[in-house]
């Protein structure tokens, strides 16, 4: 049964997460410091991966997570267990557009990988500017899909990412919405509002990681087997198209995303 998301909530998927925000997490939280910060919200946390690292990285920064699905949270609650219970940690269940939760508490509100998987993001957007404290940042690391791909370009990878990003319009999402944060943050009077390419995946800037890096993004692709209901030919494909970019050293491949800054005026 498919679930709209295009990853889905199985407990492979729920694992993939993690490995994914450790692997990341250079390039997500590179150029951040939260060490004068007190309180995060982390909209859309998922399986808590990414308030992990938060966690261990700052000793005094309390996290919490806000997400609509009751499968990751549950996930959450094992991720982050320790952390919760002493405290320096909390999940909530709700929509991200009518937070359960008070005006003018956070440091700091962010969100990674979320608001592609939204039909609008301002609302989430308001909503954020309500729960942070005057000053306070908002930090969107989202993705422009469009950056994907391989040089020379390998068919069958090309058109299961074109299914991709056309099943994930079709269930609601954006995925190209890194591109248009700033513009948003900017209405919403935002001050200081800056946009940064993040070199996610990039063969040329890290050739070093290049193995790694195409295990990673195919299994991003396999994740969205079910709700593509690809074929075991089409699986087939797949799987070969990445083991030729395997093969070919001199292929370059990139995947990039989009830092949006702002701080609450």
């Not at 946390?45 to 990751?72: F, K």
């Not at 301002?122 to 005057?134: K, N, S, Y």
């Not at 020379?152 to 190209?176: H, L, M, S, T």
């Amino acid at each position: 049964m498919t679930s709209g998301y295009i990853h889905g909530f199985s407990a492979s998927e729920r694992d993939r997460l993690v490995r994914q925000a450790e692997l990341l997490a250079p390039r997500v939280f590179g150029g951040l410091d939260f060490s004068a910060e007190r309180s995060v919200l982390e909209l859309g946390c998922a399986v808590g991966a990414e308030m992990r690292i938060l966690l261990r990285r700052y000793p005094g920064l309390r996290v919490e997570g806000l997400d609509r699905s009751p499968d990751h949270l549950a996930a959450a609650r094992t991720v982050l267990g320790p952390w919760l219970a002493e405290g320096r940690a909390a999940l909530h269940e709700a929509d991200a557009a009518a937070m359960p939760l008070p005006d003018g508490v956070f440091d700091t509100v962010l969100t990674i990988w979320m608001l592609e998987h939204v039909p609008d993001p301002r609302p989430i957007l308001v909503e954020a500017a309500r729960v942070l404290r005057p000053g306070g940042r908002l930090i969107l690391t989202e993705v422009a899909n469009d950056t994907f791909g391989f040089d020379p370009p390998i068919p069958e990878i090309a058109v299961w990412w074109d299914r991709f990003n056309a099943r994930q319009q079709a269930a609601g999402g954006d995925p190209f919405v890194g591109r248009h944060l700033a513009e948003h943050l900017e209405a919403l009077g935002f001050v200081g509002v800056t946009a940064e390419e993040l070199l996610v995946v990039d063969s040329r800037a890290r050739p070093q990681d290049r193995a790694v890096e195409l295990d990673y993004l195919e299994e991003l692709l396999l994740s969205g087997a079910e709700e593509l209901k690809a074929s075991a030919s089409e699986l087939g494909a797949l799987r070969a198209g990445f083991d030729q970019a395997r093969r070919d050293l001199q292929a370059h491949f990139q995947y990039h995303a989009f830092r949006t800054v702002g701080r609450k005026g």
